[in-house]
């Protein structure tokens, strides 16, 4: 089975091709990339054009997983807090998640070894049995700056799985914005979607 598959959304379902990583799919309404991993399965547009002849493909984004609690939420706004005091620099955090582990709805935290500065973060450890080859999400701090993702964000985020960045923490709440990353490329999510975060962030 090759990497990446290429196919024409006329092609029977049962019967495209698969790639190990991801297929493409040209149709009638443009360009899309398709991905499945453990509890993650999603259809993102790359690009919107007319091409006659081929059906149209519906985007779709689906998670076989709970919210994250609103507990793990708190825990990751103390620890923000906490890292964007003098002098303020970014964290990041993993979101693991398995049906069988028996507390918070199978989701485990964990805040990795880093290199922080005020400008960016970095796991020590990203190989084989790493939590940031598990996570299914990666949220990171920027402090008091915007919960925007940066240029540096897009080339180091390209990894299959869900992407957040909380920011503005100088404002009552502070502010989260989140999307799903497919291999580099990007679809916006809505943080009330995958983490209790009613209260404690507001949405970007």
């Known amino acids: 089975m090759d990497l990446i598959a290429y196919n024409l959304s006329r092609t029977n379902a049962d019967h495209q091709q698969r790639g190990q990583l991801y297929d493409y799919t040209i149709a009638g309404n443009g360009v899309f990339i398709r991905a499945e991993r453990d509890h993650i399965k999603a259809t993102v547009q ?3 054009c007319d091409v006659r002849g081929l059906p149209s493909v519906e985007p779709h984004i689906g998670f076989g997983f709970p919210p994250v609690p609103r507990s793990m939420v708190e825990g990751i ?6 890292w964007a005091l003098v002098p303020p620099v970014e964290s990041l955090w993993h979101l693991l998640w398995s049906s069988v582990y028996p507390y918070d709805d199978g989701w485990q935290l964990i805040e990795p070894k880093q290199e ?18 598990k996570a299914l999400i990666e949220i990171h ?4 700056m915007p919960a ?17 960045v ?9 502010v989260c914005r989140m999307r799903l990353g497919v291999y580099g490329y990007f679809a916006p999510v809505l943080a009330s979607s ?6 404690i962030w507001e949405e970007a």
């Not at 995958?194 to 209260?199: I, K, Y």
């Open 46 to 48: 790359l690009a919107s």
């Open 77 to 82: 706004n103390e620890m923000a807090w906490k």
């Open 116 to 133: 922080r500065s005020a400008a960016a973060c970095r796991p020590l450890h990203d190989g084989p049995g790493s939590s940031h080859e």
């Open 141 to 144: 701090s920027h402090h008091f």
């Open 148 to 164: 925007k993702f940066s240029g540096q964000d897009d080339k180091d985020e390209t990894g299959f799985r869900l992407y957040g």
């Open 166 to 174: 909380i920011g503005s923490f100088g404002r009552h709440r502070p």
């Open 194 to 199: 995958v983490l209790e975060c009613e209260g």
